[in-house]
């Protein structure tokens, strides 16, 4: 079974390679960059199976996937990444990409998900591709409460006290208090200041 492993580290692609080493019956070539990869399949292809880092040199994204399963004949190419968001791996197996690998797989894993690969399966590690992501918390956002960031976004949608607690189901006199907070924390003068803070620093 010939396999080609393109990434530009060099300690990624020789840790791979020792992964594998041991299972009988691979032969491994190994490129830096996809330029020196499509080389490979083009003198010594297909192979059984091609693994392309993402982001390395050459690659343009999901661009290099499409021109690699040109090169490779329609035989298995799939994804390398350390990187890459769900959303990339779910495009990149719709592309038509034998698998996502995040380089963290365990060495188990990697050499599973290869035979898987070769024999023409497609291949996307079950708890990458189904964990939540954790959307990073804006520095504003850590100051406020749940409450305050409600009442913040009704300021910034150029609500009165009146309207928002009407939404919020609160005591005008409460949504008062909340304002006067909310300027404090976000160091505003008014009720409209703290809105453009917040507007131009994408709170909303």
Do not use: W
């Not at 592309?95 to 380089?103: E, I, R």
């Not at 309207?163 to 409209?192: F, P, S």
């Amino acid at each position: 079974m010939k396999i080609l492993i393109a990434d530009d580290h060099e300690l990624v692609r020789d840790t791979i390679c020792a992964f594998l080493a041991n299972e009988p019956g691979l032969r491994i070539s190994v490129a830096a960059d996809f330029d020196g990869a499509a080389a490979l399949m083009t003198k010594e292809g297909p192979f059984d199976l091609v693994l392309l880092d993402y982001s390395m040199p050459g690659m343009d994204g999901l661009g290099g996937l499409e021109k690699a399963r040109k090169l490779n004949f329609g035989s298995p190419v799939a994804i390398l990444s350390g990187t890459a968001s769900r959303e990339v791996a779910e495009e990149a197996l719709a592309s038509g990409a034998a698998g996502f690998l995040p380089k963290s797989l365990p060495a188990k894993s990697l050499i599973h998900a290869v035979r898987f690969m070769a024999a023409g399966e497609q291949y996307a590690p079950v708890q990458f591709m189904t964990e939540k992501e954790e959307k990073a918390t804006h520095p504003l956002a850590e100051k406020l409460t749940k409450r305050e960031m409600e009442v913040l976004k009704g300021l910034v949608e150029g609500q009165s006290n009146k309207e928002i607690a009407r939404t919020l189901d609160l005591q005008e006199v409460t949504v008062k208090l909340h304002v006067k907070t909310l300027c404090r924390k976000l160091d505003a003068k008014n009720r409209t200041m703290a809105a453009m803070i917040a507007k131009n620093a994408g709170l909303f």
